[in-house]
């Protein structure tokens, strides 16, 4: 990998047992239009993810569902064999349907299956984290988390996974993981205007777990606000460099991974995660989510 011009946003964290960039790289946007089939520039592709390591990211979050198998299929023609500090990410706990939805699939053989399917298409013999996630696309619903995680703990004992974590899920649910196994990260819908997981982010950097927020930018609706657009051009910047520049200062323990299939758009993240925001810029924007 070669060394980074410059070092990336907000340092490192530890992840389990690995040091990754909390600047990571959410690969979801690689896949075609709504998520589904090949991308239009394959070798665009390529390029993005290869221009992320050697920009110095270690940590790249994906799944098996993304395509379906496409975006991984991309990761692995584009990096394998896996540079050493890289981290790769996954999740469980859906499919894809012939219409582009995102059925659930939590019986212990659907998730069997897609961890195996995850290995595959990674080619690799062991998974660095899975995250089980729950919920619907309308966002976490009540529900024990137990029978889903349990394969998942399963699955880690036999060696095929490393690390276990959580997405789309309620803080009762975050508890009830914890209780029958360690997790070390918890991935959740998060950004300026959607703060219901506060408190959650906070008591998880007390006991040294990451926070990944999903959809740092507003996902298919962008962030819009007057709070933001002021702060953003007293500063010169942009609405969505501020956004991420919040996010990386809102607590040590935020990863971010956003999305882009573009190199320029990878190194104006980068950019704008780095963003220095005054006490006064943050607490204009914390008004934005409150």
Not at 74 to 92: D, G, S
Not at 218 to 230: M, V
Request: glycine share 10%.
């Amino acid at each position: 990998m070669n060394t980074p011009s410059a070092p990336l946003p907000g340092g490192t964290w530890t992840l389990g047992d690995s040091s990754v960039t909390r600047f990571g790289y959410g690969a979801m946007q690689l896949a075609g239009p709504w998520v589904m089939g090949p991308p239009a520039d394959h070798d665009g592709a390529l390029a993005v993810l290869r221009e992320a390591v050697n920009l110095g990211i270690t940590h790249i979050d994906t799944s098996d569902a993304y395509g379906p198998r496409f975006t991984n299929e991309l990761i692995r023609e584009a990096l394998h064999p896996y540079p050493e500090p890289l981290f790769i990410a996954t999740k469980v706990g859906a499919t894809r349907d012939a219409q582009g939805g995102w059925p659930t699939a939590r019986r212990p053989e659907d998730l069997r299956k897609q961890v195996h399917e995850n290995l595959g298409s990674l080619g690799v013999d062991t998974l660095d984290l899975v995250n089980m996630r729950m919920g619907d696309a309308q966002g976490p619903r009540p529900g024990s988390i137990a029978e889903a995680f349990e394969t998942l703990v399963d699955l880690q004992q036999e060696g095929l996974i490393r690390h276990l974590g959580v997405s789309n899920v309620t803080g009762e649910q975050v508890a009830e993981a914890r209780s029958i196994a360690p997790i070390v990260c918890v991935q959740n819908m998060y950004n300026l205007a959607h703060r219901h997981d506060d408190d959650l982010v906070d008591h998880l950097a007390a006991d040294g777990i990451a926070y990944v927020p999903f959809f740092p930018l507003g996902g298919f609706t962008p962030l819009q606000s007057k709070a933001l657009s002021q702060v953003a051009n007293r500063l010169e910047a942009t609405p969505m460099s501020v956004a991420l520049a919040w996010l990386m200062q809102r607590s040590p323990n935020i990863l971010l991974i956003p999305g882009t299939s573009s190199t320029a758009h990878l190194r104006e993240n980068i950019a704008g995660a780095g963003l220095a925001l005054s006490d006064e810029d943050v607490a204009e924007l914390d008004g934005i989510g409150h």
